[in-house]
């Protein structure tokens, strides 16, 4: 027990142990800040070029409820075009008046820098807010073309829906309608890039282990259980990271229920070790294995739902270790094949560190 403490007691002298656990708390508040400014994932102009009812009613909505963007409204409309070139705006609306007596051939106008996931989450947005008096339009056409005469604008108006269509969920509940509606878009990623920084400080633990097995550490640190002593280097170098993940997941706010975190997150960390420790025999060597960090970080990142799910990708997704533990939090069946996994790593590679000839 007193060779772990010291080993945990030079490892807060080591820079590159250092900065990998203020990763961290940094990312997290940054998101934090970034997703709480008033400007949200986008700034967006919007000019409307009619004063009608319903182009008063589409901002006073844009204005109460602006929810991840922040909207300024212009005037004119070459001005808009001007910020959005000069980076003053990510985007900008125009709304012609034609939306006040023509919704339905009307033909928004939309400046843009360049085509990405942002513009099309702001279209979806903007869509979104003329719907319900395009669909009005709709439907009065829709009548008269039955032979209605009556208009039938006050009737559909009436027709008020008290709850949403639609509500996110999971199947087994874990997370709270709080939780899900409160999350900001940018941290919504933020489970899946703690995994990969958890998977990047076991590979780390690969590389400081080379280092001491080659400076003769293990000389002088005998053991009966060799796979034991393995297993607990790595888990003393891989513990302040795995607190620093639960505190990350807590302050962002994607945290579920404590013992399902702990029994998940354990499991997990049994499987990067195991495969850490399988890699290392394979990749014996401190730089190869810093070459292959990139490989393998982003890979994982494609593989495993972190920002995007690759589902073309088929069962080749199954070896990715991320995989797992992401699906894990909220389908139990991922679970089960995440502890079948980590069994059979964790087998292995203790069978490598008893038979497989080291300088220990």
Known sequence: MIKYLLLFKRLLK????????????????????????????????VCFMGDGEVSQAIKADLEENPGNFHFVFYDDVSQVGSDVRDMVLDEGWIVPDAVDWDI???????????????????????????????????MNRYAAEKGYTEDLSAHFDSINVNSDLFEMGYFDEKASDSE???????????????????MLCAIAASMYYIEDERN??????????????????????????????????????VFTSLIP???????????????????????????????????????????????????????????????????????????????IYAAGALIISCILAEFYHTSS
């Open 14 to 45: 080591k820079k590159s142990y250092i900065l990998m656990l203020m990763v961290v708390p940094l990312m997290v508040m940054f998101l934090n800040i970034i997703g709480s400014a008033p400007s949200g994932l986008m700034t967006i102009g």
């Open 104 to 138: 339905l051939n009307m033909k928004a106008g939309i400046f843009i820098r360049e085509q990405g996931i942002s513009h099309m989450l702001a279209k979806e947005v903007f869509l979104s807010r003329v719907y319900p008096y395009y669909s009005k339009a709709f």
């Open 180 to 198: 899900l509606d409160s999350t900001s878009y940018l941290l919504l990623p933020l489970r899946g890039i703690l995994s990969l920084h958890l």
């Open 216 to 253: 003769g550490l293990f000389i002088f640190w005998h053991t009966r259980f060799k796979a034991l002593r393995e297993f607990v280097y790595y888990f003393v170098i891989l513990f302040i990271p795995c607190i620093m993940m639960l505190l990350g997941l807590k302050l962002g706010g």
């Open 261 to 339: 975190e702990l029994a998940k997150l354990l499991v997990y960390v049994i499987l990067l070790i195991g495969l850490a420790a399988f890699f290392r025999r394979i990749i014996n060597d401190t730089k190869k294995q810093g070459l292959s960090l990139p490989v393998v970080i982003f890979g994982s990142a494609i593989f495993s739902p972190v920002f995007i799910e690759f589902k073309e990708a088929g069962n080749l997704r199954m070896v990715v270790p991320s995989f797992h533990y992401l699906y894990s939090i909220h389908d139990m069946h991922f679970f089960y094949t995440m502890c």
